[in-house]
């Protein structure tokens, strides 16, 4: 089992920045992606951005490119998410997701509020 917490959302401005965290505790050893998706009221969850535990590598959705920015802390199990930029349309629930040949873990989301 892995546990997975996002911490960080909240208001924010639209053009301001917001700092995303995602801690994984529990058997970690079998994570290789850690990713971040994203549901706003009325639709489906959509994926946000990626990366892997072995290389460092990186995904990122269209609409996110160059404003957001997905990096990993391999000493603390954490991974970031900074959001610059910021749109009213990136307001969502923010989910982080744990990777591993055995499923996927989740955490319970996060609110990301942009107003206009």
């Known amino acids: 089992q892995v546990q997975v917490v996002e911490s960080g959302g909240g208001l924010v401005q639209a053009g301001g920045s917001l700092r995303l965290s995602c801690a994984s505790s529990g058997r970690t050893i079998g994570v290789y992606a850690t990713g971040w998706y994203r549901q706003a009221p009325g639709k489906e969850r959509e994926f946000v951005a990626s990366i892997t535990w072995d290389s460092g590598s990186t995904n990122y959705a269209d609409s996110v490119k160059s404003r957001f920015t997905i990096a990993r802390d391999n000493a603390r199990n954490t991974v970031n998410l900074l959001m610059n930029s910021l749109k009213p349309e990136d307001t969502a629930i923010y989910f982080c997701?744990?990777?591993?040949?055995?499923?996927?873990?989740w955490g319970q989301g996060t609110q990301v509020t942009v107003s206009s």
């Open positions: 997701a744990a990777l591993t040949n055995a499923g996927t873990y």
